[in-house]
């Protein structure tokens, strides 16, 4: 009776809207939960502090991307611009 159940990944996210919308948010969230490459180091430890802010666990590299995910596009700029 005292064992601890695990909540399932869709009872956590309640997301209204149809079926389609909900598969898409936990393939979104299952990607966001994920580590991320970093686009300084190139190691796979980044990880999202919060909404579109991502940071690197190896290097401390902290910059913004998507809000679910982080945005290559978005990593490479501020790569080459910390770079010089
Ligand atoms: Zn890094």
Same mark, same amino acid.
């Not at 898409?24 to 190139?42: D, F, L, Q």
């Given at each position: 009776?005292g +064992? $601890? $159940?695990? *909540?399932?990944?869709?009872? &956590?996210i309640? #997301?209204?809207g149809?079926l389609s919308v909900?598969r898409?948010?936990i393939? &979104?969230?299952?990607k966001?939960?994920e580590?991320h #490459?970093c *686009?300084?180091?190139g190691m +796979?430890?980044? !990880?999202?502090?919060s909404v579109?802010?991502?940071?690197?666990?190896?290097?401390?590299? !902290?910059?913004?991307?998507g809000?679910?995910?982080p945005?290559? +596009?978005?990593?490479e700029?501020?790569?080459k611009k910390?770079?010089?």
């Amino acid at each position: 009776m005292g +064992k $601890r $159940r695990r *909540p399932k990944l869709t009872a &956590i996210i309640r #997301t209204r809207g149809g079926l389609s919308v909900r598969r898409r948010w936990i393939s &979104i969230v299952a990607k966001m939960r994920e580590r991320h #490459t970093c *686009p300084r180091c190139g190691m +796979k430890a980044v !990880k999202r502090v919060s909404v579109g802010v991502w940071e690197c666990r190896k290097c401390g590299f !902290k910059f913004s991307g998507g809000a679910y995910t982080p945005s290559t +596009k978005v990593g490479e700029a501020m790569a080459k611009k910390v770079k010089g």
